[in-house]
């Protein structure tokens, strides 16, 4: 058996919508991730932790998604971006933080794990360890697009009016949309992740993202945070998508494994860990896959971006349903 399952972030507030004109581009991009990397994957050419790594490799390859090129732009209007990765059979971890110019935050996070210590790189320590194994150095002008300038030169104005809130000053790219009307703005792009069970049983996940429209300087996440953003162990595999902070506070993605070993019940501790985290601000989704089979894509914001591979059989879906 073999089972591939990724998400592009969740976001926004009341009913689903419908598509936007820019998501038909996104469902490409998941297509492509579960058609290539879930072949490899069923066929036994790659194991679990390879197909974590290439699916969001993928995923930050389109601008589209708030991972790698397409990643928000801080409040200083610079780009910053965190990925983590973790196999369950030996619970090897790979994370880094705020990085500047690498083209595949999840490939350094992935060689990190493979060298075994440490496991968290920050800053410029990260990327010259990158650029030194051999991952593409890219320019801040590369990784920004027009879509995320015009979020954030909006989100800058509307910080500077009078009454802004401190929610506003900090608000998720996904959640604009819904709070200011501008010709850039576009819902449901966060986040990117996978997690994945190969045919020996083996789990791994891995999440990687560019963080917060106007973000403070040096804030991290729950992405890069083994534990809260990304976990793996040998019964389950956990990628999560929300606001970052309430994921930390509550340990997210380790919650939910120890909830599932408990209970043997993935839907049951997959929605108590997304309970736990929404009165702290941090309505979201996740990803999870269990070594028995099960996986589940539950969320409770307006959509999240999300699809699966299993045995061949593949869906995707943005609102409330599957396509």
């Given at each position: 058996m073999a089972i591939l399952v990724i998400h592009g972030g969740a976001g926004g507030d009341g009913p689903w919508l419908g598509k936007t004109p820019l998501d038909p581009g996104r469902i490409a991009c998941m297509e492509r991730v579960l058609k290539v990397v879930g072949a490899k994957l069923e066929s036994g050419e790659i194991d679990c932790l390879e197909a974590a790594t290439l699916a969001v490799e993928l995923l930050e390859d389109e601008p589209l998604f708030n991972a790698g090129q397409g990643s928000v732009i801080g409040e200083d209007g610079s780009i910053t971006m965190d990925a983590s990765i973790m196999r369950g059979s030996d619970k090897a971890a790979g994370s880094v933080i705020n990085v500047k110019k690498l083209r595949h935050p999840i490939r350094a996070a992935n060689l990190i794990l493979h060298q075994g210590w440490p496991v968290m790189l920050n800053s410029?320590?990260?990327?010259?360890?990158?650029?030194k194994c051999g991952i593409e150095e890219v320019s801040q002008d590369w990784l920004k697009?027009?879509?995320?300038?015009?979020?954030?030169?909006?989100?800058?104005r509307n910080k500077a009016n009078p009454g802004a809130t401190d929610e506003d000053d900090s608000v998720l790219d996904h959640d604009l949309e819904g709070r200011v009307a501008t010709e850039f703005s576009d819902e449901g792009m966060g986040t990117v992740g996978a997690v994945a069970l190969d045919i020996t049983g083996n789990l791994a996940a891995a999440t990687s993202t560019g963080g917060m429209t106007g973000k403070p300087v040096?804030?991290?996440?729950?992405?890069?945070i083994i534990g809260a953003g990304t976990w793996a162990d040998d019964t389950i595999a956990v990628s999560c998508t929300g606001v970052g902070e309430a994921y930390i506070r509550t340990c997210a993605a380790h919650t939910l494994a120890t909830n599932y070993q408990a209970t043997d019940d993935l839907t049951h501790s997959a929605d108590k860990i997304l309970n736990e985290v929404a009165p702290l601000g941090g309505r979201g989704g996740l990803i999870a896959v269990t070594a028995s089979g099960?996986?589940?894509?539950p969320f409770q914001t307006r959509l999240m971006y999300r699809g699966y591979w299993k045995n061949g059989e593949m869906g995707i879906g943005?609102?409330?349903?599957l396509e």
């Open positions: 410029s320590a990260a990327d010259d360890f990158g650029v697009t027009e879509l995320r300038q015009g979020q954030w030169e909006q989100w800058k040096g804030r991290v996440g729950d992405t890069p099960e996986f589940a894509m943005i609102g409330p349903k």
